[in-house]
């Protein structure tokens, strides 16, 4: 087996001669820039974006939270730094300081690439290779069996190994923001290139009992992102950061690796699935293996203290801390509240409790995380709104085009050739190619379009006229929205979940409906809804109240969760009736059915502060809705972990079985749903906070459960007493 997409994104400080002590060693490699790149002989290449920034997160993640020392963790950014021999020469530090029993990480994010070998064992005939700085001058890439040697050399000293590689190996592509059709990948082309070379095969890292993490597969892309604060980061690592943020220090490997691929699946990244290879032992160890202090929590130093109302720390969003978390120096007593973010990780904070004097250097540990994401749900519906003229003119134009067979009704039917949009004001159309052509301010003609239809692939030639909101529709949505607490209307150009489109039906009837940026009709894993139902002018306080569920289920799947530090032990997964097996997330096999389980995680619980919680399972279905499914509503059945897991002499169990054992079941059309387990400390009496309609008909639920969260962080400064999983899964007709 080789070493596949070893190749991860990071950010790295210039280093001389390097330093180890025993325990925990880090190795972190980040190649943002690439010597002679801006010379237009290799125009084809393209320096990164936001490697040095992941490299930079993980090197404080590991640092604050995972118990690594400064002194131990060595990072290369520069391209001075990252060259072949100094990656090498870093490498042998590495291995020469590297002690029995040693947890050490190895990170790199950056290019990587594909070499051709006819000779080589692999069928493909292919290396896997990380790029270095100065591959454009010197051709010489860093290749996955120079790369497994090394590594190996590290397992001879029988240390605990932990690699992520960030990058990609096929396919072309540039890097950008979190726009769908600008993703950046970490992939340069090779041509012409063909080492030649026979080599012995070897041993995985992986088969020797390292854990080897990938951000994709060997044929897959591995792309860049700009987060909400225009961060760069490379896809996984950003949901890698977001899983180690909420992940207990002692969690499995497996169990952080799920969380990962739900962040991945639901911001949407068309085919990137990460790679996770090691041992089932290996698996269920802790990421970084070992054990690591579980009262450690996370701690941040203090950079900057001459104003109290204007604290620098250096910790920020890297490590989950964001505007109203609290740290508190544990010997002084003095509590600061984080008041604002800045960098990839850094904050500012005033200090809000206790008057003695903090210095540079002093470290202040969180004792109260801010409890929920605020990030709203963002939708588009236009500028200012048309005229009844043009509405009239687009009308007419519908009708011609239906009584031809040339009209389609939705921008996401599979014939559609051609979409017709007014851009500003302008009216363009815009081929499936991606091609566009302009009409200008006039809406175009009949003529024109059946023209423009007749020269497209007959598989492919309808056309989808988008009606723009008219001024009143316009109007009563931009008063109606404003008032929404998870909903933001933002303008033309800016990042958007949602945008308005409106058509003309089968009966000429004006219709509006949402629709999911990059949405496709048969789509079927992305947690929300491609679009809602088509909704009437006179009924567009219906689209209003779709927003707002839109916004409740953006809430829950984005929600920004508080580290395990009290190390709650249970965990979710649906149980197969058939044979007992535990589905922790991904697919559902049509025709099984499937009941709700508990099963305990012991790596937490033996550092459990053994605090009962009571626990609430709901699901997010891709129609909008929600649905509680424990406890059930009305029911008597006790949903505290000590009544449901603890046995009659006080010990927990290992797993139960919650309920029907047939409860659920999967049958065409397959879709992606969510089932989240929240636990808290203190009861909810209210449950109709986990359920809601789907964005097809209308309903209430004014959820409250950021009040809930408040409430239920006002009650403990020590530990978050709160947590949220999220668990995806898809129909599938086969195991």
Request: hydrophobic share 35%.
């Given at each position: ?9 990071f950010?790295?400080?210039t ?5 180890y002590s025993s ?12 010597i ?8 084809e290449?393209?320096d ?12 404080n993640?590991?640092k ?7 002194k131990?963790?060595?990072?290369l950014?520069?391209p ?24 050490i ?5 950056g ?21 270095p ?8 890439f860093?290749l996955?069996v120079?790369?497994n040697a ?7 000293k029988?240390?605990e ?5 960030d990058?990609c190996?096929?396919?072309s ?15 340069v ?5 063909d080492?030649d070379?026979v080599y012995?095969?070897?041993?995985s ?10 951000a994709?597969k ?6 860049e992102y ?8 490379g896809?996984f ?7 180690m ?12 690796f799920?969380?990962?691929?739900s ?6 990244v068309?085919r990137?699935d ?6 089932e032992e290996r698996?269920?160890?802790p990421?970084?293996g070992?054990?690591s202090?579980p ?29 109203g978390t ?20 850094g904050?500012?904070?005033k ?6 004097k ?5 470290l202040?540990?969180v004792?109260?995380?801010a409890?929920?994401?605020?990030n ?10 048309i005229?009844?003229?043009?509405i ?5 134009l519908?009708?011609?085009?239906n009584?031809?067979?040339l ?5 996401y ?5 051609l ?11 815009f ?10 301010h ?6 024109k379009l059946e023209?423009?239809?007749?020269k497209?692939?007959?598989?492919y030639?309808?056309?989808?006229i988008?009606?723009?909101p ?13 008032g929404?607490?998870k ?15 409106g058509?003309f ?12 940026y990059?949405?496709q ?5 992305n ?8 909704v ?14 839109l ?5 829950w799947?984005t929600?920004?969760?508080?580290p395990?530090s ?16 535990l589905v ?6 049509e025709?099984?059915e ?5 099963y305990?995680?012991?790596n ?6 053994m605090?009962d919680?009571?626990l ?15 406890p059930t509503?009305?029911s008597s ?16 169990k ?6 029907h ?16 387990i ?6 909810i009496t ?5 359920n ?11 959820l409250?459960?950021d ?6 962080e ?10 949220l999983?999220?668990h995806?899964?898809?129909g599938?007709?086969?195991?």
């Amino acid at each position: 087996m080789k070493l596949k997409n070893y190749f991860l994104f990071f950010c790295l400080f210039t280093i001389c001669q390097i330093s180890y002590s025993s325990g925990k060693k880090a190795l972190l490699i980040g190649i943002d820039h690439y010597i002679d790149s801006d010379k237009e002989r290799y125009a084809e290449w393209q320096d990164l974006d936001g490697a040095v920034n992941d490299a930079t997160v993980m090197y404080n993640l590991l640092k604050s939270k995972y118990g690594f020392s400064t002194k131990d963790m060595t990072l290369l950014t520069t391209p001075k730094t990252t060259t072949k021999k100094s990656i090498v020469k870093a490498f042998n530090q590495l291995i020469k300081a590297a002690d029995k029993g040693d947890q050490i990480c190895i990170y790199y994010a950056g290019h990587g690439a594909q070499i051709q070998n006819s000779k080589f064992y692999e069928l493909d005939k292919k290396h896997e290779a990380i790029v270095p700085s100065d591959v454009l001058k010197t051709n010489d890439f860093l290749l996955d069996v120079e790369i497994n040697a090394l590594l190996n050399r590290i397992l001879d000293k029988d240390a605990e190994l932990t690699v992520i590689f960030d990058n990609c190996f096929s396919g072309s592509g540039t890097r950008g923001a979190i726009d769908l059709n600008s993703l950046q990948s970490r992939y340069v082309p090779i041509s012409d290139i063909d080492i030649d070379q026979v080599y012995k095969k070897q041993k995985s890292a992986a088969e020797r009992g390292a854990l080897v993490v990938s951000a994709a597969k060997d044929y897959q892309l591995a792309k860049e992102y700009k987060d909400n604060r225009g961060q760069s980061h490379g896809v996984f690592t950003y949901a890698l950061m977001k899983a180690m943020q909420m992940s207990a220090v002692n969690e499995s490997a497996e169990d952080i690796f799920k969380r990962v691929n739900s962040i991945i699946l639901y911001n949407a990244v068309p085919r990137q699935d990460p790679v996770i290879e090691g041992s089932e032992e290996r698996m269920q160890k802790p990421l970084f293996g070992g054990v690591s202090d579980p009262t450690m929590g996370v701690q941040v130093g203090i950079v900057d203290a001459e104003n109290k109302y204007k604290i620098t720390l250096d910790g920020g969003s890297a490590v989950g801390i964001v505007p109203g978390t609290q740290l508190t120096h544990e010997t002084k007593g003095v509590v600061v509240e984080v008041t604002a973010l800045f960098g990839v990780n850094g904050c500012y904070g005033k200090v809000i409790q206790c008057d003695k004097k903090l210095t540079e250097g002093d470290l202040v540990k969180v004792t109260k995380w801010a409890p929920y994401n605020k990030n709203r749900l963002k939708v588009h519906f236009g500028e200012m709104g048309i005229s009844d003229i043009e509405i009239n003119a687009l009308k007419e134009l519908s009708i011609l085009l239906n009584d031809k067979g040339l009209l389609e009704y939705a921008p996401y039917e599979e014939k559609v050739g051609l979409v017709v949009r007014k851009i500003k004001d302008k009216w363009k159309g815009f081929y499936s190619s991606s091609e566009s052509v302009s009409f200008g301010h006039e809406v175009p003609s009949f003529e024109k379009l059946e023209k423009l239809s007749s020269k497209l692939d007959p598989s492919y030639n309808k056309i989808y006229i988008e009606v723009p909101p008219g001024t009143k529709v316009y109007q009563q949505l931009n008063g109606d929205l404003s008032g929404l607490p998870k909903v933001e209307p933002v303008k033309p150009l800016e990042k958007f979940d949602y945008r308005l489109i409106g058509r003309f039906n089968e009966k000429n009837e004006l219709e509006y409906s949402w629709v999911r940026y990059a949405a496709q009709k048969e789509e079927k894993q992305n947690p929300l809804p491609a679009y809602t139902d088509w909704v009437a002018p006179h009924r567009i306080f219906t689209l209003t109240d779709y927003a707002g569920r839109l916004g409740e289920l953006k809430g829950w799947l984005t929600m920004e969760v508080p580290p395990n530090s009290a190390n709650f032990p249970f965990k979710f997964a649906l149980k197969k009736n058939s044979n007992g097996d535990l589905v922790k997330s991904g697919g559902l096999v049509e025709g099984e059915e499937y009941g709700l389980a508990l099963y305990k995680d012991k790596n937490l619980y033996n550092n459990w502060n053994m605090e009962d919680r009571y626990l609430f399972i709901f699901l997010l279905t891709s129609d909008g809705s929600m649905k509680l499914l424990f406890p059930t509503t009305n029911s008597s059945v006790e949903n505290n972990t000590e009544q449901i897991m603890k046995t009659a002499n006080g010990d927990y169990k290992d797993e139960i079985l919650i309920g029907h054992p047939d409860l659920l079941s999967v049958s065409e059309p397959f879709t992606t749903d969510n089932i989240l387990i929240l636990s808290t400390v203190t009861d909810i009496t209210d449950t109709s906070i986990f359920n809601q309609d789907g964005v097809v008909t209308r309903g209430s639920g004014d959820l409250s459960l950021d009040e809930l969260i408040n409430e239920e962080e006002e009650r403990s400064s020590k530990q978050s007493n709160w947590f949220l999983e999220r668990h995806t899964f898809f129909g599938t007709k086969t195991q």
